[in-house]
T-cell receptor, first 114, second 111 residues
Framework: DGGITQSPKYLFRKEGQNVTLSCEQN?????MYWYRQDPGQGLRLIYY???????QKGDIAEGYSVSREKKESFPLTVTSAQKNPTAFYLC?????????????FGPGTRLTVT | SQQGEEDPQALSIQEGENATMNCSYK?????LQWYRQNSGRGLVHLIL?????REKHSGRLRVTLDTSKKSSSLLITASRAADTASYFC???????????FGKGTRLSVIA
């Protein structure tokens, strides 16, 4: 049963705490991505990694950090420096198809920081 | 930055009717994709159209692309209540760059 898993589905944290969101894929995809989605909004790219041990900042990387030590895993840490961390976080991986990159998404983690 | 802008923001139709959603973008692209998101879930890829293509079909979905107008449309024919979801367009400037998503169209299909 291949796919992308994100855990947990819901996460609650106190302000000032760092929190790490898990993303695992068994699709053998090279590239992985983290997006943030706010209510009624589209997806904004936080970080992406096209290969193991390498990653690039997206449009809203401030206050976030990632690592890519294994092909299957791309964890996202939301640090206390992120001013508005409460959001829905989506992880994706991608494969080249039809001359373009097709993304596969995980089910998401809803983070609430109070 | 969000390059795609979907229109309308929300659409409500009766079951059996066709639903048309539009997407406009700003810069040149390699391909444009449409995704679907059920409430509180991840996105699901629907269809990809390359910049040298003008129309593509997949089941009840029809996508058009007009690169001169920097716009695309997604048509869902004979809609069903199960089509109720948000639909996003996403563009890629080259074959392996990250996708840039629009804000989406919320489609409600009433049975």
């Amino acid at each position: 049963d291949g796919g992308i898993t994100q855990s947990p589905k819901y996460l609650f944290r106190k302000e000032g705490q760092n929190v790490t969101l898990s993303c695992e894929q068994n699709l053998n995809h090279d590239a992985m991505y983290w997006y943030r989605q706010d209510p009624g909004q589209g997806l904004r790219l936080i970080y992406y990694s096209q290969i193991v041990n390498d990653f690039q900042k997206g449009d809203i990387a401030e206050g976030y950090s990632v690592s890519r030590e294994k092909k299957e895993s791309f964890p996202l840490t939301v640090t206390s420096a992120q001013k508005n961390p409460t959001a829905f976080y989506l992880c994706a991986s991608s494969i080249d198809r039809d001359g373009g990159v097709e993304q596969y998404f995980g089910p998401g983690t809803r983070l609430t920081v109070t | 930055s969000q390059q795609g802008e979907e229109d309308p923001q929300a659409l409500s139709i009766q079951e059996g009717e066709n639903a048309t959603m539009n997407c406009s973008y700003k810069t040149s692209i390699n391909n444009l994709q449409w995704y679907r998101q059920n409430s509180g879930r991840g996105l699901v890829h629907l269809i990809l159209i390359r910049s040298n293509e003008r129309e593509k079909h997949s089941g009840r979905l029809r996508v058009t692309l007009d690169t001169s107008k920097k716009s695309s449309s997604l048509l869902i024919t004979a809609s069903r209540a199960a089509d109720t979801a948000s639909y996003f367009c996403a563009t890629a400037r080259s074959g392996n760059t990250p996708l840039v998503f629009g804000k989406g169209t919320r489609l409600s299909v009433i049975a």
